[in-house]
């Protein structure tokens, strides 16, 4: 039984010695070729039960408890935990406020821009007092015809935000303070409240194309209103700071000094020295399930980088078979990098609509690499608040659990 102990009579799985108890005692154990399954609600999906400084919006993320579960209980405070694919910074974010050193890697450059400034923390005064030198009236030059989001006002303030941005970071002279005011911008592009720069569209975490805003809009008899870039800015920065306490601050602030962000490729991150990781936890991309480019084409174009060439790099893969010989590359690299009885937590989900289970095919994928695979925990969860947008009843469409199949690298 690769050193588990049963969940069943304990309510806890134990991996060499090391406890990991579920939130009900009714964990079950399937054996399947000698690789243990533990499936229950190991922790809570509940909405706001993490850290404030997560409420971010990125397709295809994971809630700060998966992370958290695994850091608690496979890391102490100084340990180096890192995500290869590390999208909106989940993984970083919340390896850093239990105290843990961070590198974080994605060949999209988005994640760098959404996660560094959430360590780096400037005060609500210094983001105010930016906010407040920057000059709005001066007209800027418009590259493409955003009317079809924007009440023509907050246009103006967007594209003089946007060539603000990119002057300072063009000369080397962005500071922690503009990366977290570029880091709220990009969130706040589009949305489906009067929280965000647009008019009512679709969720944060993908735009819509222009055409099809135009037809939304048509559906809905709506025009694009005046929103205050500056106070939509500052009020969703008083947000994500609101529940931190002050060792959290210290935490984030601490692992921004020795913090890594990277954009290579998972299968080859030079910059990681070898045997320097003592925790993975990561979710790759899922076959071709999400369409980054077209997700992301609006946030790009506001940070000035080329969503083709961006998605030319990200690992899509239309069959398993590519997607396994993709993910061995991976798997090989983390090898490398993980200290002998480090750990490797790689979650997977299901998709075709369950009809292929990742979980299944990527045990034997770490094996090859040289990991034992020590377990696949499934933690069964309700939809919340962004499945409900969708109007997605629950377990019926969609990533209906969290699958994590937990590796460890021998001695």
């Given at each position: 039984?690769?050193?588990?102990e049963s969940a ?10 090391t ?5 009900r ?5 399937v054996?399947t070729?000698?690789i243990?399954?533990y ?8 909405q706001r039960q993490a ?14 408890q ?7 209980r ?7 935990v890192y995500d ?6 989940t993984t ?5 406020l239990?105290?843990?050193c961070?590198?974080?890697n994605d ?11 959430r360590?780096?923390l400037?005060?609500?005064l210094?983001i105010?007092t930016?906010?407040n030198t920057l000059r709005?009236?001066?007209k ?5 015809d955003?009317s079809?989001?924007y ?8 594209l ?11 000369d080397?002279?962005?500071d922690?303070t503009d ?8 969130n706040r592009l589009?949305?489906h409240?009067?929280g965000?720069?647009s008019v009512?569209t679709?969720?944060p ?6 055409e099809?805003?135009i037809?939304?809009n048509e ?10 870039v500056?106070?939509l800015?500052?009020?969703k ?5 609101g529940?931190l ?8 602030q ?6 890594t962000f990277?954009?290579d490729?998972a ?7 070898t045997?320097?990781v ?11 399930v ?6 992301n084409w609006l946030?790009?174009?506001?940070n000035e980088l080329?969503?083709?060439?961006i998605?030319?790099?990200?690992t899509?893969?239309s ?5 396994s010989?993709?993910?061995?590359d991976v798997?090989r ?9 480090g ?6 989900g ?8 990742l979980?299944?095919?990527?045990a034997?994928i770490g094996i090859?690499a040289?990991f034992?695979?020590?377990?696949v ?7 919340t608040k962004?499945?409900?947008?969708w ?11 969290n ?7 021998p001695v």
């Open positions: 039984m690769l050193g588990f069943q009579a304990t309510g806890s799985l134990r991996v060499a010695g406890s990991i108890p579920s939130r005692a009714r964990a079950r154990e054996t070729q000698d243990p399954v499936q229950g609600e190991l922790w809570t999906a509940l850290s404030s400084i997560h409420e971010i919006s990125y397709r295809a993320c994971y809630k700060p998966l992370p958290a579960y695994f850091i608690e496979l890391t102490e405070p100084g340990d180096m290869p694919f590390s999208g909106r910074g970083a974010v919340e390896a850093a239990h105290g843990r961070v590198i974080a060949v999209n450059p988005l994640s760098a821009i959404l996660t560094q400034p360590l780096e400037p005060s609500i210094q105010e930016r906010l709005f009236k001066v800027q030059h418009r590259d493409i955003l079809m989001f009440h023509r006002d907050t246009e103006r303030e967007l003089a935000l946007r060539r603000y941005l990119t002057l300072r970071r063009d080397y002279t962005e922690a990366r977290w005011i570029r880091m709220v911008a990009t589009t949305g409240s009067p965000f720069f009512y679709l969720p975490n993908q735009a819509a194309s222009p099809n805003q037809k939304i559906r809905l008899k709506q025009k694009p209103a005046y929103r205050d500056r106070e800015i500052l009020r920065s008083m947000q994500l700071q529940r306490t002050p060792q959290q601050r210290t935490n984030l601490a692992a921004a000094d020795s913090a990277m954009d490729s299968a080859s991150t030079l910059g990681i020295p045997a320097a003592k925790l993975t936890v990561t979710s790759p991309p899922f076959l071709d999400v369409q980054y480019a077209r997700d946030r790009c174009w506001f080329d969503a083709a060439e998605a030319a790099r990200i899509m893969c069959t398993v078979s590519h997607w010989t993709a993910m061995l798997f690299e983390l090898y490398r990098v993980t200290v002998p009885n750990w490797v937590a790689f979650e997977v299901e998709v075709r609509g369950g009809k292929i289970k979980d299944e095919v990527v034997p090859s040289g034992a695979c020590m377990a925990a499934i933690n069964a969860q309700k939809f962004t499945a409900n947008i109007g997605v009843s629950n377990n019926s469409k969609g990533t209906n659990s699958r994590i199949v937990l590796f460890r690298k």
